[in-house]
């Protein structure tokens, strides 16, 4: 017996409610978190598709420098190629710029070899995703069953075309952990010692990273002193096989939004980047159209659109200018110490802080603070550097942030006794020598993350 199942299709009303952000204020947002550079770019933009917004050279040639303004522009001098910044913890001079060759990228270096390897349409495709998924040491981050997934291929296809990009140059690029990473680079390497290299990585390599080579030499029956020279193989090995594909960080330009000076009363002032940003007004021409009688009504609403757009634009420049300034001028004042004594002074911070203090929300600040820049005595730092959580969790006045413990730790590390390094219980009893109380886990949680190695593999 068959059943028909009878659809029928009926149109009625829902009503509901959500929140739904106007034009002019998801424009004051998506401006509000563009830093200055991008900015300039936005504006170009705005220009280019509103007639009705031009540049106003007038302003700029009326208005006269401020001792500010001339400090800005003795301090950035060459700003159309951007700013370099320092490094604020080694105080280094800036170095004398320099050409850099356009050296292909890896990407395109993998996906060349790719080409010549590959030619069957969907194991190319997969190819190209697993290369566009490559993080920036080389590693792969999607599972080989994710990529199946996502193609809806066989694993066996996705193992295969992994393998083949894993043959390419530079060797070790795209595996899934460090001791893959590492074999494949030592399969191709080590004539006669491939095999125990291999074995150490494979099976040891928890015991190498802790110098436990007598442990090593009992698994693999060697003497310890063929574990050191296994091991001295091993570390010719590449673990971050990207590495010389990557950018040179050190040389790209950052052009800060904020900048803090000292004035001749030896003051802390802020100054908003904001000189080297054009003036922007309607065109009068169009607003004297508004007034002809024979103008048709869509001209006239053409016209009123056009001019509702260029002033919002102009305005949420204006609101971001404001809020930038009321962070920064509340960052000077909270944080005067480490202005005045570095790094090592810095407070504890939250957007909630700032927030209620400048009378915004606190998803406003995050925005504002976004990949913007200050420019310091002490280098350029981004905004979020002065944000840090209390060591203690709490609120208190004499609350330590959690970033100075890592800039003392750091200092502390750098000046060590290399024959004799410091071990975490010392540096506990170091800062609690400083009234400072840190448990021995934390100093081994910020070591971490500052990458830094425990002190029986740092003694040399």
Same mark, same amino acid.
């Given at each position: ?142 599972? &080989? ?35 893959? &990473? ?33 442990? =090593?030499?009992?698994? &693999? ?75 048709? /009504? ?8 056009? =001019? ?16 930038? /300034? ?73 609350? =330590? ?56 593999? /740092?003694?040399?």
């Amino acid at each position: 017996m068959v059943y028909f199942l009878h659809m029928k299709i009926q149109a009625f009303q829902k009503q509901t409610q959500k929140t739904s952000l106007a034009p002019a204020m998801r424009q004051s947002i998506e401006i509000l978190l563009l830093p200055c550079a991008e900015l300039e770019l936005a504006i170009e933009q705005q220009i280019q598709d509103n007639p009705l917004l031009e540049y106003d050279e007038e302003q700029k040639k009326e208005e006269p420098l401020t001792p500010a303004e001339k400090y800005l522009l003795e301090r950035f001098k060459g700003m159309s190629q951007g700013y370099k910044p320092r490094s604020f913890d080694t105080g280094e001079e800036e170095r004398e710029e320099k050409t850099i060759a356009n050296v292909k990228s890896l990407t395109d270096y993998l996906l060349q070899q790719l080409r010549l390897e590959i030619n069957n349409p969907s194991d190319l495709q997969i190819g190209e995703f697993i290369i566009g998924d490559l993080n920036e040491d080389g590693y792969l981050k999607s599972s &080989c069953p994710d990529i199946a997934a996502i193609f809806r291929a066989p694993l066996k296809q996705v193992e295969r075309v992994l393998q083949t990009i894993q043959d390419f140059e530079p060797s070790g690029i795209a595996a899934r952990d460090l001791k893959e &990473c590492l074999l494949n680079q030592a399969k191709y390497r080590f004539n006669g010692s491939g095999a125990l290299v291999m074995k150490i990585i494979r099976e040891n390599l928890d015991a190498l990273s802790k110098k436990r080579y007598n442990e =090593i030499a009992r698994n &693999c029956q060697v003497s310890e002193d063929r574990v050191k020279e296994l091991v001295q193989m091993i570390a010719s090995l590449e673990p971050k096989p990207a590495r010389n594909h990557q950018p040179v960080k050190g040389n790209i330009y950052v052009t800060p939004d904020i900048t803090v000076y000292l004035d001749n009363e030896k003051n802390y002032q802020i100054r908003i980047n904001q000189d080297f940003l054009p003036a922007l007004r309607i065109n009068k021409t169009y607003q004297r159209l508004l007034e002809k009688p024979n103008l048709s /009504r869509e001209e006239m609403d053409y016209i009123k659109e056009k =001019i509702k757009n260029a002033v919002a634009f102009i305005k949420g420049i204006e609101q971001r200018h404001e809020t930038i /300034r009321k962070i920064s001028e509340y960052i000077l004042e909270y944080q005067r110490e480490f202005f005045e004594h570095g790094p090592t002074a810095i407070k504890p911070l939250t957007l909630k802080d700032v927030a209620q203090h400048i009378d915004r929300n606190e998803s406003t600040v995050c925005r504002a603070i976004n990949h913007k820049y200050m420019d310091t005595p002490h280098g350029l730092l981004p905004l979020k550097y002065f944000f840090s959580q209390a060591l203690s969790g709490n609120d208190n006045e004499n609350a =330590i942030s959690n970033r100075r413990i890592k800039e003392e730790l750091q200092t502390l590390i750098d000046g060590e006794d290399k024959t004799r390094p410091l071990s975490d219980q010392q540096i506990v009893e170091y800062f609690k020598g400083k009234g400072i109380p840190v448990a021995r886990r934390t100093i081994a949680k910020y070591r971490k993350l500052l990458r830094i190695l425990p002190s029986n593999l /740092r003694k040399e």
